[in-house]
């Protein structure tokens, strides 16, 4: 009888150790995002045509594996390197260290979009740790028909929300239709615990044809006691071909009077299957300087294939008031960019 037991017991650790050696791996991928760019209202207040990252995506090459434990337990891993596609420069740099981000100097870094390890389970959920995505970031891309569009002028939601930060625990689950997810950054800063830290909670809803969710996330200031929240909802509902896109964020400073109401909307046609036409827009009211951005943007999207495609868009960027002038403009007013890209993912 002793002997039955110890080879099913043996039997049962072989078959253990070939789903774990079977569900291991590690896949090499990579997006090359890039667009060539005229526009207006530049530094200086001058026109500019430039070859630039990528309207969409910002270019980027990793690594991601898995290892089988058994049970239903994962070891995971994400390494994912940010460039430049027009110079090859890495990406991702900070000039210093603020809300959850480490200095770098200004230099980019290694690994800048994500360096992280984990543990993975199909019930209980996911644990990483390392450099990763906020919570709201990760939350709020289903506001926007495109998701988190990678070009300045174009971009307003992950201003507010930061994309990333270093020496994060996060966690995240979906049980169905339901998913949570929640962050705490450790500030490292002797004596100053809270320092620089930061934490999140979201939970979203996915279930054919909606997609919403809601977040909210603290960032704290590193010199000093302010602390940045932002709390937001939103989603996208699919008619047929059509996705409509909604969202709203409500972004405050503890200390600073700074107050902001950001509104965002948008659709997407599939009029072919290679090709899809989408428009955004997003009002940012400044309401402590009685100031407001309002930013529209179109694109035409054409697959080659599953890997490849090519795009045209147009943008247009209005500054009212007081609102605090964006680093991609050269004076207050208005700003029309557009161009044509080309993506590929491998």
């Given at each position: ?184 950054t450790f500030g490292e800063v002797p004596g100053q615990t809270k320092r620089s830290s930061s934490y999140g909670v979201s939970v979203g809803y996915t279930a054919s044809p909606f997609d919403v969710g809601a977040f909210w996330q603290q960032a704290n200031a590193l010199a000093t006691t302010e602390a940045r929240k932002v709390w937001g909802f939103g989603g996208n509902y699919r008619i047929g071909i059509v996705k409509l896109a909604f969202g709203y964020l409500n972004n405050r400073f503890d200390v600073s ?90």
């Amino acid at each position: 009888m002793k002997g039955k037991v110890f080879l099913g017991i043996a039997l049962l650790a072989s078959a253990t150790q070939s789903q774990a050696q079977t569900a291991s791996g590690v896949i090499l991928y990579g997006i090359i995002d890039t667009t060539i760019r005229y526009s207006n209202n530049n530094a200086g207040d001058k026109n500019l045509a430039e070859l630039t990252d990528g309207y969409f995506n910002g270019s980027r090459w990793g690594m991601r594996g898995t290892e089988g434990l058994g049970s239903g337990l994962q070891a995971i891993f994400n390494l994912e390197s940010g460039f430049d596609p027009s110079t090859g420069v890495s990406a991702q740099g900070t000039s210093s260290a603020n809300y959850g981000q480490q200095s770098t100097g200004g230099q980019g870094r290694l690994f800048g979009r994500q360096a992280w390890v984990g543990l993975s389970h199909a019930t209980i959920g996911r644990f990483t740790f390392g450099r990763q995505f906020t919570t709201a970031y990760d939350a709020s891309g289903r506001f926007q028909p495109n998701g988190h569009p990678n070009l300045d002028p174009v971009t307003i939601i992950s201003s507010y929300t930061g994309p990333r930060q270093d020496n994060m625990a996060k966690y995240y689950g979906q049980w169905g239709p339901v998913s949570i997810g929640s962050h705490y950054t450790f500030g490292e800063v002797p004596g100053q615990t809270k320092r620089s830290s930061s934490y999140g909670v979201s939970v979203g809803y996915t279930a054919s044809p909606f997609d919403v969710g809601a977040f909210w996330q603290q960032a704290n200031a590193l010199a000093t006691t302010e602390a940045r929240k932002v709390w937001g909802f939103g989603g996208n509902y699919r008619i047929g071909i059509v996705k409509l896109a909604f969202g709203y964020l409500n972004n405050r400073f503890d200390v600073s009077p700074a107050r902001n109401d950001v509104f965002t909307g948008g659709f997407a046609v599939d009029v072919t299957p290679a090709l899809t036409m989408s428009v955004a827009s997003h009002y940012d009211r400044q309401r402590n300087a009685d100031g407001s951005r309002i930013m529209v943007t179109g694109v035409a999207d054409y697959s080659l294939s599953k890997r490849t495609d090519v795009y045209a868009e147009v943008d247009f960027n209005r500054i009212n008031g007081n609102y605090a002038l964006p680093s991609f403009m050269g004076v207050k007013g208005s700003k029309v960019g557009g161009g044509v890209g080309l993506r590929h993912r491998f």
